[in-house]
């Protein structure tokens, strides 16, 4: 008989399902989907930043646990800081310059994450805060996306975007802003950019939606990188690791409101289901949103939270400044999640009859 | 009233309701389910704690060195919540000392130890067995002595519960035995549906419900075959298989899946005309009534991985984990953890000489492969999985974190009282965080300062109270001090020549000292002679105002002394405002600091003119 355990340990003497490492790490793998479909069209760019953007979070996250004399290693297996890093670097453009990764993540990661308390203890989205951060300091590097690779005049090869990144030229060259002329050469736009300045224009919806960059039903490559993670999410799901009120409600919300602005005015209104599969709609939707720590708790609190996110994103489209607004939107509705957890409070049993 | 009769009638349509959250973990049931149950040989060593419920001890009734029988009472039951124990076999007291006791804490616990003589002789005790022509109170009183408690797992004393002070439409007999792993009830349901069919008639004669229901979990379609074979010709038991869902075994749960309703926070089921009794109780009620037998017994489980020969067996309250282990082969793997009860709510066994008591139900040891322990804590990344899962819908989430704050206020306000400790929040927590265990600690900390609240706020009220009382006196005593200086200056206004009559002695002095030869001062200033006469009048004066207030003063402390019992009754004194004290004393002062300023004068004078 070998020894009998003296531990106290306390009652339940079990546990099942994922642990929050695994948890971290099934939310990047669910991002293979969307990262396939946004390196097939914007280049490999996307898997350069991925990298890139992944190495400045575990490092920050690194340098600011030890300051903190924190575990470093067992806190960066958690997986958080990696996902962080990923999230941001498919939020950027893919050929944003080195710097701008840099900033935004050592922003996320220092700043908003660590500097609230570490992983648990962050009230805002860090992904999203350190996103905001770099759109509002260098707007320009910021909108600076690419076209759908099947309509660039130049094709560029892994070393090109490498060298584009990190010294603002391709091997041949070109800067990102020559590589954003079409064959047209009109310079391109993402298809909610376009939108909104061709709408200034004076163009109604229909004549705008003719052109190349949108496609059958979202923006040309877009719709397939919104499908990508829709798949990726649909995943999280299964697994468990996400709940379905959050991605419900904001797509519930954003197509509702798009539909309603689009019977209303369909010359002026983006098609709701642009709406949808453009920009960072599902994957704010199913990766963005559903963080939980920055998330409401509660069941109709995650619904009304989804759907605060949903409209805003309407809202910041149909009428900001920003082409997109995921970040924004999110950033709001982080604010308003006390407040939503505190009135939500489901009713506790006993509490409901009344003798 | 039309309520509560559509509760009955919404009862009988069999419908079910369902709890919020809950889990699905591994059964793991079919381990010991599949034999009878045994009986395990006799120990050679008892140990019966006397206490082995909710609620007092027994009084003890025997002494080290004395012989007892199977069944003999060992305690008799005192005033309150109280319940008898029982010799589990024949034999010799070796011993009544503290002992490890069947609690998490295992903290040693005042026990009997029995040395078994092996003959297992039987104590005569009287069944009866015209239980239903008999009173419901001498029914209770039996169950009490015969020692049967709720063995379910709160060992709650069932007396109080066949003795309902409400109105009773609906019984339920909890069959459902959701943790994993245990089937004691499994089987005793099984072998002997009859005798728990004839615990249950008895119970109903005692409680006069309008309905009973026996929920069973539809993971035991043997149990429910057999039981519903048993109560086929009686149209007031119902058995309501249930969908297995842990925990759906708990009180208040089962509760709420029978009938919809729920129990309001702070009451008993009682309190809405339920009462819920285990399928082990029902048995014990038979053996205790029909058959005369105290509750010296009860099937334990004894499994998990770690078992050679997992089962169910028959165990004598009393025996040692150790015996059992040995009987079904233990098999232990390095840092073997071993289970009173089941893997969600059960207490780690740190000692294996901690006895099987009345609210032990199984004995597991698992392995670590099917039964993972847990991690290291990580941060609670507030995924809400706790909150899904929460059979009573709080939010761990936000309680862990008043937990940690220490934020009691915060903690009540999110119900942590209605906590049932079920463990599903841990279970399903992928930070791994104990959250059970901080909500235990928590609750330990709250009712600690509830009392330490009641206790200062005893305190204070007394201190208060002295305060008051002091006070009382004091303005007693202020107003005794000035109702008795009144008096003496009056007294000494009425008697008010004696000043003149100082003032007549001293002139007649100073005439006599004139007249003596100090001509020369008296001829030379006539108005000096006029102003001394008058200062040394006022000296005078002056001092016997003084000797009367000592007087006075002595005189006031020594009756308020003599008085001070008197003092509740000098409420009335009190009338008179403090103010007025103060004003009066003031007065005094003033009158005092004159007298002295005007003697000085008049000694600066004396001095000066004997210059």
Sequence with gaps: MKSISKLFVSSPHTRTGLTTNQVMRTVCYACIP????????????????????????????????????KPVRATLADGSAMLTGLLIALSIPPLAPWW??????????????????????????????????????????????????????????????????????????????????????????????????????????????????????????????????????????KQGVIRWHIPFAIIASLFTFSLISYSITPDLSLPP?????????????????????????????????????????????????????????????????PLIDYYTKPAVYGHKAKV | MHSELSLIEQVKSGKLWD??????????????????????????????????????????????????????????????????VHAPTSGVIKDITPHVSAHPSGKPEITIVIESDHKDTVFTTKPIKNWQTSEAASLTKHIQSMGVAGLGGAAFPTYVKTNPTKDIKLLIINGVECEPYITADDVLMRYFANE?????????????????????????????????LAVKDQDTIEVRVIPTKYPSGGEKQLIEIVTGQEVPSKSIPADIGIVMQNIGTCFAIKEAVIDGKALIHRVVTVTGESISRPQNLWVKLGTPISD??????????????????GPMMGFNIMDTMMPVVKSTNCILAPSEYNLPSFGVEQACIRCSLCSDACPVN??????????????????????????????????????????????????????????????????????????????????????????????????????????????AALARAKAKKASTGETAPISADAQTTNTQDKVAAAIARAKAKKQAQADSETTATVSSESQDSE???????????????????????VARAKAKKLKQAAENKEQGESN
């Excluded at chain 2, 249950?200 to 043997?222: F, G, R, S, T, Y």
């Design chain 2, 196 to 228: 728990i069919t004839q615990g249950i008639n008895i119970l109903q004669h005692m409680v006069q419900p309008e309905l009973v229901v026996i929920a069973i979990e539809d993971n035991k379609p043997e149990a429910i075959e057999a039981i519903k």
């Design chain 2, 324 to 341: 059992l282990l040995t009987h079904c082969g233990l098999v232990a793997e390095q840092d073997q953890r071993l289970i009173m009860g």
């Design chain 1, 34 to 69: 969307g990262i396939a479909a946004q390196t097939y069209f914007f280049g490999w760019g996307v898997i350069v930043q991925a990298l890139l953007c992944i190495i400045v979070a575990l490092t920050a996250e690194a340098i600011i646990l030890s300051l903190r004399e």
């Design chain 1, 100 to 237: 701008i990764s840099v900033i935004g993540v050592s922003f996320a990661i220092i700043i908003v994450k660590q500097l609230y308390g570490g992983l648990g203890f962050n009230l805002f989205n860090p992904a999203m805060a350190g996103y905001v951060v770099l759109l509002i300091s260098f707007p320009v590097a910021m909108t600076n996306w690419l076209p759908v690779q099947q309509v660039m005049t130049y094709d560029i090869s892994f070393l090109d975007c490498v060298s584009s990144i990190f010294t603002g030229f391709t091997l041949d060259g070109y800067s990102v802003t020559q590589l954003r002329i079409a064959v047209d050469g009109i310079t391109m736009a993402t298809p909610l950019d376009h939108f909104k300045t061709q709408i200034d224009l004076g163009l109604t919806a229909s004549e705008i939606t003719a052109s190349p960059i949108y496609g059958d039903y979202g923006g040309t490559g877009w719709e397939w990188v919104n499908l990508g993670y829709l798949i990726g999410g649909l995943l999280l799901l």
């Design chain 2, 394 to 503: 709080l939010l761990p989430q936000q309680m862990l974190w008043y937990s940690k704050a220490k934020d009691h206020e915060k903690l009540e306000e999110y119900n942590l009282a209605d906590c049932i400790e079920c463990g599903v929040c841990s279970y399903v927590c992928p930070s791994q965080i104990p959250l059970v265990q901080y909500y235990r600690s928590s609750k330990v900390e709250i009712k600690q300062e509830k009392e330490d609240k009641i206790k200062s706020d005893k305190a204070k009220e007394r201190f208060e109270t002295r305060q008051l009382r002091l006070e009382r006196d004091k303005q007693a005593r202020l107003l005794k001090h000035k109702e008795s200086a009144d008096k003496r200056k009056k007294a000494l206004e009425k008697d008010g020549n004696a000043k003149d009559k100082i003032a």
């Design chain 2, 567 to 589: 003092v509740g009754s000098a409420e009335a004194v009190e009338a008179k405002s403090a103010e007025q004290i103060k004003k009066d004393k003031i007065a005094a002062t």
């Design chain 2, 19 to 84: 709890i919020p959250g809950g889990i699905h973990p591994p059964e793991r049931k079919s381990l010991s389910n599949s034999t009878k149950i045994d009986i395990i040989p006799l120990s050679p060593f008892y140990y019966v704690p006397i206490k082995q419920h909710i609620g007092n001890e027994g009084k003890l009734l025997v002494k080290v060195g004395e012989q007892v029988l199977t069944g003999q009472p060992l305690t008799d039951a005192i005033e309150g919540l109280s319940l008898p």
């Design chain 1, 273 to 337: 289901m642009i709406s949808l599969f453009s920009g960072a709609t599902m994957f704010a939707a199913f990766f963005i949103a559903t963080d939980p720590i920055s998330a409401s708790t509660t069941i109709r609190g995650r619904l009304i939270y989804g759907a605060i996110i949903g409209a805003l994103i309407f809202m910041i489209r149909e009428w900001g400044g920003y082409p997109d607004g995921v970040a924004f939107a999110v950033l709001l509705t982080n604010l308003a999640v």
